[in-house]
């Protein structure tokens, strides 16, 4: 990605409930190969559709969670597809979930210049900041006011996180690399 003035989406995390508690053992059974249910692991069935395909995994109370798509349309389409498999199994009677909504949006931007994390801990204020380098390589910022979290890297690689509108992510973005060029004017 270029160094620029927008954020590019790379993940969104979507949510929905069927209404409806489901035997996992026999929908993952029923759904063969694009399935993958083992209990001892983990108390949900993983669904695929292709190798590439956003994940969606499905819990005994009906409810599910979709990651991996590159845009709102991808979530919604993957969920569209679900819908319909379900109710022709028919696990469902109708491919409708009203209860589905984007819950997370994952953005990636990028500054142009390396950043020295320690510095800008201290600049966009140590009661917004965690930077712990042996823990975690970023600086994780909360910015004041906003619904969302911001990881900072050396590299200037900028991940945005915890909203599920782009136009937030855009916004957060914007006044992240602003606050950051008035702090690099005052060096």
């Not at 026999?26 to 949900?44: C, Q, T």
């Not at 319909?84 to 142009?112: H, S």
């Not at 950043?115 to 970023?138: D, K, R, V, W």
Request: aromatic residues 8%.
């Amino acid at each position: 990605m270029q160094p620029g003035t927008d954020v590019e989406i790379v993940n969104v995390v979507g949510s929905g409930s069927l209404d409806v508690e489901l035997d996992l053992e026999r929908v993952a059974m029923d759904l063969g190969s694009i399935a993958e249910y083992n209990p001892d692991k983990y108390p949900g069935v993983y669904l695929r559709f292709d190798d590439d395909a956003p994940l969606i995994t499905l819990y005994r109370t009906g409810k599910y969670i979709t990651t991996g798509a590159d845009s709102t349309g991808e979530a919604y389409a993957t969920r569209d597809r679900f819908l319909d498999l379900l109710a022709e199994m028919p696990v469902i009677d109708t491919p409708d979930d009203e209860w589905f909504r984007i819950q997370n949006l994952v953005c990636i931007g990028e500054l142009g210049r390396k950043l020295n994390l320690s510095a800008l801990a201290i600049g966009l204020g140590l009661e917004h900041t965690e930077y712990e380098p042996e823990q975690f390589p970023g600086l994780i910022y909360r910015p004041p006011g906003a619904s969302c979290v911001v990881l900072l890297f050396a590299t200037s690689r900028v991940v945005i996180t915890g909203s599920p509108d782009r136009e937030v992510s855009k916004a957060t973005f914007k006044a992240l690399r602003e606050k950051i060029q008035q702090l690099l004017a005052t060096e």
